[in-house]
């Protein structure tokens, strides 16, 4: 494999030459990801550099993956106009470990290795927190982008923020990284790990960096915090149903960043349905694909009922039941966008809108229940 392969849809591949030196070598060389699991899923957007990290396994690397259990505490800045809020520590943990088994949905799981960065970092004392950060400046903090803006505008920036990239940074030392890669909003942080990895007297790592997916709304990146995401091990059906609800103009990305391929020179709506079948093709398999495009034609564009076969479910115990509670436990929604969609008039109960946030039991027990134009379950009586 070329180095074109391992470097598609690349916008930096820094300092030059230097991959092509490593890759001479002839021996595994160590790529790492960084996983931020403030989320419950791996998207299709994270899933672009992913492949990347696939296609060097292909050539017989080793992918390093960092699932970010304990710089999750501390909060990305990165691309963030304010500072994000830190989830609790049981959430977080939870989140890490499912993301670190979705991973091999694309991964080779025997040329994978999974570490937690809570385990260098947790054990980092105070003298020596102060030599990792002495590897870098403010001055040099305050060219990034968003720390910049933040700073003109006399917008908050926490101590917190600042150390990030050095704790990122140190992640390259503990594994020891060749390569790191990741997306364009990531390049100051990948950067500053190989300033870090000097200062600790090893050979600084490669850097490279993916296009950003543009999310379901067309605008902004996709994002689990924005919402605009496509999971990974979300249900055919609700993965077709997103893609086809993407604007026209982020077809041609989404057919180059997501299925490696040229959109076809055809009418948008046959290319969305086809970008849609080769997403769901490619995460769940052709008979996936094909459901869901049923599913969709039948539920969607002609408004008809919903086929048999509907995953039937138990109620929870409790009367009344609190629906953003059960949509959210069902569908994987939370409780907020459950709450929005039923004032909106998106939650049906046997075919009629329901505005309720508490229902009695006996309605629920045996019905049919849609959330949206594409979610359904009937709760046994």
């Not at 060389?29 to 403030?38: A, E, N, S, Y």
Request: glycine share 10%; charged share 30%.
């Amino acid at each position: 494999m070329s180095t074109s392969e391992l470097t598609r849809n690349a916008v930096h591949v820094l300092p030059e030459g230097a991959l092509e030196a490593k890759l001479a070598r002839g021996r595994p060389l160590r790529v790492k990801l960084g996983i931020d699991p403030t989320g419950p899923d791996i998207h299709i957007g994270f899933a672009v550099v992913l492949r990347r990290l696939a296609a060097f396994q292909r050539e017989g690397h080793v992918a390093v993956l960092i699932v970010g259990d304990y710089t999750a505490r501390i909060g990305d800045p990165s691309g963030r106009s304010k500072e994000r809020q830190v989830l609790p520590d049981e959430v977080l943990d939870r989140n890490a470990e499912r993301f670190a088994e979705q991973a091999y949905r694309i991964l080779d799981r025997e040329r994978t290795e999974v570490r937690f960065n809570g385990e260098w970092l947790g054990g980092l004392d105070y003298a020596e927190l102060v030599r990792l950060t002495r590897t870098g400046t403010v001055a040099q903090l305050l060219e990034r982008d968003d720390f910049g803006k933040r700073f003109r505008n006399a917008e908050p920036i926490s101590v917190s923020e600042l150390l990030y990239p050095f704790a990122q940074g140190y992640d390259s030392v503990a594994v020891e990284a060749d390569v790191e890669v990741g997306g364009t909003d990531q390049l100051y942080n990948l950067l500053m790990g190989r300033d870090v990895m000097t200062s600790y007297g090893q050979e600084p790592q490669s850097v490279i960096t993916y296009e950003l997916l543009v999310g379901t709304d067309g605008v902004d990146k996709m994002s689990k915090s924005q919402g605009n995401y496509v999971g990974i091990d979300e249900a055919p059906e609700e993965q077709f149903g997103k893609v086809m609800s993407i604007p026209d103009s982020a077809l041609d990305q989404w057919w180059r960043l997501c299925l490696d391929a040229a959109a076809p020179e055809t009418d948008p709506m046959e290319s969305k349905l086809a970008l849609a079948r080769g997403i769901v093709e490619l995460y769940h398999g052709t008979e996936a694909a094909n459901a869901a495009e049923r599913h969709f034609t039948r539920v969607v564009r002609e408004g008809r009922p919903p086929p048999e076969g509907v995953p039937e479910a138990e109620l929870p115990p409790g009367d009344p039941v609190h629906l953003p509670v059960l949509l959210a436990d069902r569908f994987g929604l939370s409780t907020s966008d459950a709450r929005r969609l039923i004032a909106q008039g998106g939650v049906k109960v046997d075919g009629e809108p329901v505005s309720e946030l508490d229902l009695p039991r006996a309605r629920l027990a045996g019905a049919l229940v849609q959330a949206g134009k594409r979610r359904f379950v009937r709760f046994a009586r």
